[in-house]
């Protein structure tokens, strides 16, 4: 079945620095989606359109193109932590076939 | 705006013992309903794919026996796991979408499962 990779699989920052998340799939598509899920569990949303501002979090992008989508946090908060997951949409039967996820922490 | 509420947020059984979650959709027609397990450490695995007035998909390691599903109108969903053992634990996620509008899924607040 089609596949999701994530890197890294985790990532330590000074809060201020920017970081890039990258996600690779084993079919060409756009249809894809990030989501931030905060220690706790709840995941939420970050984008639903390429290269369109996600709601909810203002310093972040997601620039997706073929087989590859990355997500760049910007200004990087203690807040950001969590892990990010990127999730390829099979359109044709509306099944998510999420990535490893991208564990980030981000020290004051 | 779309929303899903999940319950319950967190629980406990007994080895051998069953448990229930369910799912509620807000502000939108849940066509399809989607269940995941979050093993601890891991990413999140389908278990499901559940359409209205189609029969449940069950991915491979998922049986209906282990994980019954129901999903009998457009605002509800739920999910039995049943003689919960030691590897049932983790976080179980439902997610919902209108199909029809060929919308995003909404995801739930997750039920974390302790087996005890």
């Known amino acids: 079945g089609q596949q999701v990779q994530q890197s890294p699989a985790s990532l330590v920052l000074q809060e201020g620095e920017n970081a890039e998340l990258q996600c690779s799939f084993s079919i060409s598509t756009n249809q894809v989606q990030w989501f931030y899920q905060r220690p ?41 932590s969590g892990t990010y997951f990127c999730v390829l949409n099979n359109n044709a039967g509306a099944k ?5 996820g991208t564990r980030l922490t981000v020290r004051p | 705006g779309a929303l899903v509420y999940q319950y319950p947020r967190r ?24 269940w995941y397990r979050q093993s601890p450490q891991k990413t999140f695995e389908l278990i499901a794919l559940s359409t209205v007035n189609s029969a449940i998909k ?59």
């Open chain 2, 11 to 34: 629980t406990i059984c007994k080895s051998g013992t069953s448990m229930r979650m369910e799912c509620q959709a807000v502000g939108f027609q849940a066509t399809s309903v989607a």
């Open chain 1, 96 to 100: 998510l076939t999420f990535g490893g």
């Open chain 2, 58 to 116: 069950y991915e491979q390691n998922f049986t209906q026996e282990k994980f019954p599903i129901s999903h009998p109108n457009l605002s509800f969903s739920s999910m039995t796991v049943l003689n919960a053992y030691l590897e049932d634990r983790g976080l179980y996620l439902c997610g919902a979408r209108d199909q029809t509008s060929n919308s995003d899924y909404t995801f739930g607040s997750g039920t974390r499962l302790l087996v005890i």
């Open chain 1, 40 to 80: 706790g569990g709840r995941l939420i949303g970050l984008s639903y359109i390429p290269g369109m501002k996600p709601t909810g979090k203002q310093t972040s992008s997601t620039v997706t193109k073929g087989r590859h989508s990355s997500l760049t946090i910007s200004s990087s908060q203690t807040t950001d």
